[in-house]
C-alpha cells in the first residue's frame, strides 16, 4: 500500500509538471484555483462564480456642483463544470520498480505519463484557445494579405491600448506558419530570450513589440459562412445594452458562423472614458445565432459610463442608427483564416477545481500548482495484475476582459 501511494503522489507531481510545461497559452492567462471547491469537490454556489465587473464614471464638466452617480454594478459568471480526463494502465512490476528506481520512473513518465498529460492538456487548451478566440471581435490585418512585418502586431497592440488594456504581460499566440513568415520577414527583432529562466514555457519564441510570442499550432481557425454580404433589417431590434440584432432577411441565419466579426455602417468605437470616437467601425463577433435574431459581443451600449458605440464624431447614437445599415464581415465567403490572437492575461480565466476523493478510492490523490487542480486514481484491475489509473481535471473558462485582447488575421488557408 505504501509503494502504491507513493507512486500516485509521484505521477501527480509529474502530471503537474508537464501540464505547466505544455499549457502554452493557459498558462499565460489568469489561472485561478476555486478554493470553495476544496476538499469536498462541491462547490459553496454550486458549479457557478459570479465575478464583479469594474465599476465606470462619467465626469461632470463645467460646474461645481456636485452630480452624484449611482452604482451600475455588474457580474459575469464562470461555469466550473468541465470534467476531462485521460486514462491508462500498469502492470504491477513497471509500478513497483519506478518507485525505487529513478531512471525506471523516467521511463515510465516517457511511455505514459507524458504522452497521455500531452493529449489531455493539448485538448483542453485547444478548446479554451477556441472559446477565448471566438469571444475576441477586435481583428487586425487584412483578410487575405500574409502577416509578415511587424505591422499586424502594432496595429493589434493599437487596440489593446484603445481598450486600455495593461501595457505589460502581453503575449501573443500565434501558428508556426505565421511565425515563419514573420520572424523571417523580420529576423532582427527575434532574438532568442534569455528573461525566461526556470519559467520555460514550450512554444516560447521571443519578445518583441511589447508581447511574448508563443508557437501554438492550436490557434483556432475562423471559417467564414457561405454569405458576407448583407444589411440589418429595417427593424434591427438592438436595445440599449442589449446583445442582438437581426440581419436574417438579407443574411439568412444559415450562412452565419459563430465566431465572425463584422461591423455596422456608422456605428463607431470610442474611447471607454472620453467617449471620442476612434476613426474605425466598432467591430462584433456572433456567439450565438436563433432563428431571427443574431447574439453579438460586446453589447451595444448606447448611453451611461459604459457606452461603448458613437457616431463618427462620438455622439450618443440612438437604436434606430443600426436599422437597414449595411453589414461587412471580416474575410471572404466560405474561406478560412487562422486567428492568431495578442492579450494580456487578464482577458481570460481559467478556473480549475478540486475533485472529490471518491469514497473508498484509498488510491485517490489530489495536487494543485501555479492555480491548475489535479486528481490521480488508481485501482486494480486483479484478473490481469494490472492497475488502471485516471487523471482528471475540472474546470471552467471566461472571458472576463474580451476588449483586452485582438484577433490578428493574414493569408486565407489554401
Known amino acids: 500500500m505504501a509503494n502504491t501511494l507513493k ?19 493557459i498558462g499565460s492567462v489568469d489561472r485561478q484555483y476555486d478554493e470553495s471547491f476544496k476538499d469536498n469537490g462541491r462547490g459553496k454556489n454550486g458549479a ?37 480526463h485521460v486514462a491508462m494502465r500498469f502492470n504491477s512490476t513497471e509500478l513497483i520498480q519506478s518507485v525505487n528506481n529513478g531512471a525506471a520512473f523516467d521511463d515510465l513518465s516517457k511511455n ?26 477586435n481583428v487586425a490585418g487584412t483578410a487575405g494579405t500574409a502577416i509578415t512585418t511587424l505591422a499586424v502586431p502594432g496595429a493589434a497592440r493599437a487596440k489593446l491600448n484603445q481598450n486600455l488594456a495593461p ?12 511565425m515563419g513568415s514573420i520572424v523571417n520577414g523580420v529576423s532582427g527583432y527575434f532574438n532568442p530570450s534569455n528573461a525566461i529562466g526556470d519559467q520555460y514555457k514550450e512554444g516560447l519564441i521571443a519578445r518583441t513589440s511589447m508581447a511574448d510570442y508563443y508557437e501554438n499550432e492550436r490557434v483556432w481557425t475562423m471559417v467564414n459562412g457561405s454569405d458576407v454580404t448583407g ?7 438592438v436595445t440599449d445594452g442589449g446583445t442582438t440584432i437581426d440581419m436574417h432577411t438579407l443574411l439568412p441565419v444559415a450562412t452565419q458562423v459563430v465566431g465572425q466579426v463584422f461591423t455596422v455602417a456608422g456605428v463607431y468605437d470610442c ?18 445565432i436563433g432563428a431571427t435574431t443574431t447574439t453579438i459581443s460586446p453589447a451595444t451600449i448606447l448611453s451611461g ?27 471572404a465567403a466560405s474561406t478560412s483564416y487562422v486567428q492568431s490572437l ?5 482577458a481570460f480565466q481559467f478556473v480549475t477545481a478540486d475533485l472529490p476523493l471518491m469514497d473508498g478510492a484509498d488510491k485517490c490523490v489530489r495536487k494543485t500548482q501555479d492555480g491548475i487542480s489535479l486528481r490521480v486514481w488508481m485501482d486494480g484491475d486483479i484478473r490481469n495484475d494490472e492497475l488502471l489509473m485516471r487523471i482528471d481535471i475540472l474546470y471552467g473558462m471566461a472571458a472576463l476582459r474580451a476588449p483586452w485582447a485582438c484577433r490578428m488575421i493574414g493569408s486565407a488557408n489554401a
Not at 11 to 21: F, M, P
Not at 49 to 67: A, F, K, M, S
Not at 231 to 237: C, E, I, P
Open 7 to 25: 507512486v500516485i503522489d509521484m505521477v501527480t507531481k509529474e502530471a503537474l509538471r508537464i501540464a505547466h510545461e505544455k499549457a502554452t497559452f
Open 48 to 84: 457557478t462564480l459570479r465575478v464583479r465587473e469594474p465599476n465606470q464614471y462619467t465626469r461632470t464638466q463645467g460646474t461645481r456642483v456636485i452630480d452624484v452617480q449611482d452604482q451600475a454594478e455588474s457580474t459575469q459568471t464562470i461555469t466550473v463544470a468541465t470534467q476531462d
Open 112 to 137: 505514459y505519463i507524458e504522452p497521455a498529460m500531452a493529449s489531455l492538456i493539448s485538448g483542453v487548451e485547444s478548446d479554451f484557445l477556441a472559446f477565448c478566440t471566438k469571444a475576441v471581435s
Open 167 to 178: 501595457k505589460d504581460k502581453r503575449c501573443i499566440q500565434m501558428d508556426s506558419v505565421t
Open 231 to 237: 444589411s440589418t433589417d429595417a427593424a434591427a431590434l
Open 271 to 288: 474611447h471607454p472614458e472620453t467617449k471620442a470616437a476612434y476613426p474605425h467601425l466598432k467591430q462584433f463577433t456572433i456567439t450565438a
Open 305 to 331: 459610463a459604459k457606452r461603448n458605440v458613437g457616431s463618427s464624431t462620438g455622439a450618443a447614437i440612438a437604436t434606430t442608427a443600426f436599422n437597414a445599415q449595411v453589414i461587412t464581415f471580416v474575410g
Open 342 to 346: 495578442m492579450y494580456h492575461p487578464e
